[in-house]
């Protein structure tokens, strides 16, 4: 039986899309700064992903991704098919930059983090903890697919 979010969680993180749109590069920049000093080895495997930055360029670009596709996510979560194209993308960039299960709890627990500092008063417990659902369900979902890819490979 294939998982899915409750109607609760999906209309609580679609409430938020806005507020992703407005804040999400804030949100993305701070987790990544928090990630990266308590994770330092992490780093390497964000820059490795982004393989469109050029020689000289910085990699401020990947929060600015990051955010787009928390934005995304929270508008199309009622319509995850939307979605398809971009986890593909996304799966075998993760992939390539091998990035782990254990990966996605890291990150996860830095980007709640963010969205707590960043939003302040509006990151309501409920608001919380149906971001920390919707984050979990598309945490699986990208560790199933990466495990298809890696098998695939071989």
């Known amino acids: ?9 999906i209309r609580i993180v679609k409430s938020t899309a806005p507020a992703m749109k407005q804040h999400g590069y804030r949100i993305c920049t701070r987790m990544f700064e928090t990630l990266f ?6 780093a390497s495997m964000f820059r490795k992903e ?25 508008f199309h979560i ?15 960039k993760h992939v390539f930059a091998d990035v782990r299960p254990e990966h996605y709890q890291i990150v996860g627990e830095h ?7 960043v939003l302040g008063e509006a990151a309501t417990p409920e608001v919380c903890q149906a ?16 495990a ?3 098998h695939s490979l071989g």
């Open 148 to 150: 298809r890819i890696r």
């Open 131 to 146: 971001w920390q659902e919707a984050y979990d369900f598309l945490a699986r979902l990208f560790i199933q697919t990466e």
């Open 1 to 9: 039986m294939e998982e899915v979010l409750s109607e609760e969680t």
């Open 37 to 42: 000093e308590a994770h330092p080895s992490l």
């Open 78 to 92: 009622d319509n995850l098919t939307a979605l398809e194209p971009a986890i593909q993308r996304i799966t075998h």
């Open 50 to 74: 982004d393989h469109t930055v050029q020689p000289g360029e910085s990699y401020e670009r990947q929060p600015l991704l990051v955010a787009q596709a928390v934005h995304a996510y929270a």
């Open 111 to 117: 980007l709640m983090q963010s969205v707590r500092l």
